[in-house]
């Protein structure tokens, strides 16, 4: 089984950064698109950027254009969310987000996994 485990959370005032970091373990053959989603109280949840395997595209919700950046370590099937400025709006529990081939039987199963998630507060 494959397991994404965020870390990086917390809580920072207006204006302030965090840098989320997902691992993904497991027996693994290759991971596709990794990004991060929020889900904010009351609200659905929402992606908020992903990257391809090679790092080359990356999409972002338009909120966070020129504040997040998204990135990956493949040697390390990690992928990181350093957010910059951030504002209360941003308050929310963050998923990490995995398209992953692994070993079934004699061929491969793709899935998709997600984390158990990490809260990010942005309160004064």
């Known amino acids: 089984q494959v397991q994404l485990v965020e870390s990086g959370g917390g809580s920072v005032q207006p204006g302030g950064s965090l840098r989320l970091s997902c691992a993904a373990s497991?027996?693994?053959?290759?991971?596709?698109?990794m990004g991060w989603y929020r889900q904010a109280p009351g609200k659905q949840r929402e992606l908020v950027a992903t990257?391809?395997?090679?790092?080359?595209?990356?999409e972002y919700v338009e909120s966070v254009k020129g504040r997040f950046t998204i990135s990956r370590d493949n040697a390390k099937n990690t992928v990181y969310l350093q957010m910059n400025g951030l504002k209360p709006e941003d308050t929310a529990v963050y998923y990490c987000?995995?398209?992953?081939?692994?070993?079934?039987?004699?061929?491969?199963?793709?899935?998709?996994?997600w984390g158990r998630g990490t809260q990010v507060t942005v309160s004064s």
């Open positions: 987000y995995a398209d992953v081939s692994t070993p079934e039987g004699r061929g491969r199963l793709r899935a998709d996994y």
């Open positions: 497991g027996i693994i053959f290759s991971i596709y698109v």
């Open positions: 990257t391809t395997s090679g790092g080359r595209i990356t």
